[in-house]
């Protein structure tokens, strides 16, 4: 049985009471999993951002999967897939990242406007080698977030872009007032501003992004940021690679007398299954993989946690967002697939993992203030596959679906104690946990079995939630690790109902299954 991190530091913070409370129940409780939640006590709002997506030009994410032209037979509304639309609406996506990733530093916006027949192509370098004809450009991907209800994340060119560039890129989207941009916006069809309010200034500069020094990179931060300022932006600078503190620090220190600069830092983080060189499979996997997924999915906590720490000391009023803008499983592409298309299917074990990250940044949601799963169509851990006129909802997109409820949330503390999931010698905690309570009195509990063989007997104990009169619960979960969901059949995995649990007196006895995941909803 171990102890998280969480449950300690928690019971320590609260002292004695809480102890004497949790060591007295222990007696009674003895073979099941516990979480404590104090739902009284809730003070952080789970921004609804942490449920954001990223869709860049790479593969078939905005060609083929969201864009498709005017003139396709795939029915559409200029030119963006009307399926994919209505299909996204289901998950509320709260706010989208375009147009990278590693293209947003080769992308200029001006090849992006005006009439589609003059605008120039280019070939998209970093991913795959094509031809990019800019048919998708700066108001179609405004148009997108538009149908679909989102806030837009405009990436900005450092790597081989200019200061200007990216400030008359902001004035275009965001000034009303008159001037040759806001002259050509409206020539392009487009009176109003969109009032874009992020924007990230470079994509992993450490990197594709430009091979800079996090020196280099935080002074030429200042500059973009200085000028990027029609409609005040939300700014968000560059992390470095991961585990790389010392960037975070340079960064933060660097900027430590420009707080009005700087609004976000951005840290991306991706779980290989067993490293970069082995990412295996995505539905050919067996218990060894799976588990080296949770287990490299879990060590995204102690990151954030780092950053988080050198954060709170540059930054202690809490005023920088940590933004989580690239997360998810990366696998090796499908058989037969373009390797710089990273197109990967979607099982059960991405749901978990998807249930876990989303956890982890509900329960840090004091620093995390945005988040946004890599990608959003038919690239890495997509929400949605296409194959010409048909598509697929995947595992991770029904987590998205289901976890809806902790949209601007008030996160509520909890703490977990739970029996391990062990494979051969090796050991990891077997429960995940976060709780939110909605704006209409709702406390939402979501519960994540990484154990894919043993099911879990789990008291959630709620104190301070008054007396509870209803109950409902949702689940995913399937016979197979791996099931997934494929064209033409019917759903492996999607949203069930929930009803192995029981209340009374407040506390709330589940049997969560092997491989699940669990939202408890109370009132
Ligand atoms: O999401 C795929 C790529 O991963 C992004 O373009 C880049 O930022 C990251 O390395």
Redesign the pocket.
Same mark, same amino acid.
């Given at each position: 049985m171990i102890f998280t991190k969480r449950f300690l530091w928690a019971s320590l913070a609260s002292g004695m009471i809480l102890m004497t409370g949790l060591y007295a129940a222990e007696g009674k409780a003895k073979k099941s999993d516990r979480v404590v939640i104090n739902a009284d006590f809730g003070k952080e709002v789970i921004s609804k951002f942490i449920y954001g997506h990223?869709a860049?030009h790479?593969g078939h994410c905005i060609y083929g999967g969201i864009y498709v032209g005017e003139d396709s037979s795939i029915p559409n509304t200029r030119g963006i897939r009307n399926d994919v639309v209505e299909a996204l609406k289901e998950i509320a996506p709260s706010v989208v990242r375009w147009p %990278? %990733?590693?293209?947003a530093d080769t992308y200029h916006w001006k090849d992006g406007i005006g009439p589609k027949d003059q605008r120039p192509s280019i070939i998209n370098t970093?991913w795959g080698g094509v031809t990019e004809d800019n048919s998708f450009g700066t108001h179609e991907f405004l148009d997108l977030c538009e149908l679909i209800g989102a806030e837009p994340y405009i990436c900005a060119n450092v790597g081989s872009g200019t200061v200007q560039e990216a400030a008359e890129w902001v004035e275009y989207v965001n000034s009303d007032a008159k001037s040759p941009m806001t002259e050509l916006r409206k020539k392009n069809g487009r009176e109003e501003p969109w009032h874009v309010k992020y924007w990230a200034v470079g994509?992993?500069s450490w %990197?594709?992004g430009g091979n800079m020094t996090p020196d280099y990179y935080t002074d030429l931060y200042k500059r973009f940021s200085t000028y990027m300022r029609a409609g005040r932006p939300y700014r968000v600078a560059s992390g470095g690679t991961d585990p790389d503190f010392e960037w975070t620090e340079t960064v933060l220190k660097k900027t430590q007398k420009y707080r009005n600069l700087i609004q976000g830092y951005s840290f991306?983080y991706?779980t290989f299954c067993h490293g970069w060189n082995d990412k295996s499979s995505a539905t050919q996997f067996d218990e060894n993989d799976w588990f080296h997924t949770m287990k490299n999915t879990l060590i995204m906590e102690e990151r954030l946690e780092s950053h988080i720490a050198l954060m709170d000391e540059y930054d202690p009023q809490n005023r920088i967002g940590l933004i989580a803008d690239?997360w998810g499983n990366w696998f090796t592409v499908e058989p037969g697939t373009n390797p710089g298309f990273?197109y990967q299917q979607n099982t059960l074990r991405d749901a978990v993992t998807a249930a876990l990250y989303l956890n982890i940044f509900n329960n840090h949601a004091r620093r995390v203030k945005m988040a946004n799963i890599?990608?959003f169509v038919n690239?890495?851990q997509a929400m949605i596959l296409t194959k010409d006129d048909q598509i697929v909802k995947t595992p991770t997109f029904y987590v998205f679906k289901m976890y809806k409820v902790h949209h601007d949330a008030t996160l509520l503390p909890i703490d977990v104690r739970c029996e391990d999931y062990a494979y051969e010698d090796m050991t990891l905690p077997g429960l995940s946990a976060s709780a939110s309570k909605d704006k209409d009195g709702v406390i939402h509990v979501s519960l994540c079995n990484i154990d894919p063989h043993n099911s879990k007997k789990i008291e959630v104990d709620l104190r301070g939630s008054g007396k509870l009169s209803s109950s409902s619960g949702t689940i995913i979960n399937a016979p197979d690790m791996n099931a997934y969901n494929d064209f033409g059949k019917s759903e492996n995995v999607n949203i069930q109902k929930f009803s192995s649990f029981s209340v009374k007196n407040n506390v709330v006895k589940v049997d969560l299954p092997a491989k699940s995941v669990v939202i408890i909803s109370l009132k």
């Open positions: 990223f860049e790479l %990278g %990733g590693c293209f970093t994509n992993e %990197g594709c991306h991706y690239e990273l890599a990608q690239v890495l």
